[in-house]
């Protein structure tokens, strides 16, 4: 599946991704900011489906998702303990497409309503953490916070997000396991979560889904690599700086038509190469 001409367009626009990590937030500021979230997360954790509906408010809006952004993007900015470079200073009012790092676009469904696609908000060094009420934002197909100092986990009401197409995350404090709302996006084709606090195992349904590229780097995953890796279409693979274990799956041989670069060192791997990966013929890097 292709994506839609605008949401290419912001890819191109608004692409980016570094490996500098945000500047420094305690250990105590971290704590802090993920506690409000779980806080927050126990009182609105499901949002039901009328939510937007039933949320009163003298403003006005063009069309029903403006209201639900408008929604989102409030709760986020409560969320937020420090925006150092007052990005979110002009979130105030209906008019969402008017925010910084909040992109517009005419929707999937009727070309003359305008709805917000895209979110970019890369090295902001930003605090604060996601709230639930993001799931609200169901036309996100872009969504970049790179090199932020966000903290806590990826709420469940991310599944919603059934839009979305990229998702940067890296360079932030985000903890707990591997985010799996993520595995509920239908046609997520770029994500990246490197120099986070993910920790566990990599879930094996993550190389059932259509993702071109997969950066999973210097968090603190401690599994071995899924056996089924070979389903993956990625054309990049990264996986270093982690504590994984045991052997490189063989079925990493039916990559041979998509993989060109897998990066998997400073981990715990064991064993021999399997000989599939004499298979991989597109492969350029292989680290």
């Not at 599994?223 to 389903?231: E, F, R, W």
């Not at 063989?250 to 599939?276: F, Q, R, Y």
Request: hydrophobic share 40%.
């Amino acid at each position: 599946m292709q994506a839609p001409g605008c949401f290419l367009l912001f890819s191109f626009v608004f692409f980016s991704s570094t490996s500098i990590l945000s500047h420094a937030l305690s250990h105590e500021e971290a704590s802090f900011i993920a506690r409000r979230q779980l806080l927050h997360l126990q009182e609105n954790e499901d949002l039901p489906e009328n939510f937007a509906d039933n949320y009163t408010t003298n403003l006005t809006f063009p069309n029903p998702g403006i209201k639900s952004a408008y929604i989102a993007l409030q709760a986020w900015k409560n969320a937020i303990y420090s925006d150092p470079s007052n990005v979110t200073t002009n979130w105030v009012g209906p008019d969402v497409c008017s925010y910084q790092g909040v992109f517009c676009a005419p929707s999937l469904n009727d070309s003359k309503v305008e709805v917000v696609a895209g979110i970019d908000l890369n090295n902001a060094d930003i605090a604060g953490y996601i709230p639930s009420e993001f799931g609200l934002l169901t036309d996100l197909a872009l969504f970049h916070i790179n090199t932020n100092r966000f903290c806590g986990i990826i709420p469940k009401s991310f599944s919603k997000l059934k839009l979305l197409y990229e998702l940067d995350i890296s360079n932030n404090r985000f903890v707990g396991r591997f985010p799996t709302p993520v595995l509920s996006i239908p046609d997520i084709k770029y994500m990246d979560i490197r120099y986070n606090d993910f920790e566990g195992e990599i879930p094996s349904e993550l190389f059932n889904k259509p993702l071109d590229a997969i950066f999973m780097n210097n968090n603190r995953f401690t599994s071995t690599i899924p056996d089924n890796l070979g389903n993956s279409p990625a054309s990049v693979v990264v996986l270093a700086n982690n504590h994984l274990s045991g052997c490189i799956p063989a079925s990493i041989g039916e990559m041979k038509n998509t993989l060109n670069e897998i990066v998997l060192i400073n981990n715990n791997l064991t064993g021999c190469l399997p000989s599939e990966i004499g298979k991989l013929e597109q492969v350029t890097v292989f680290d």
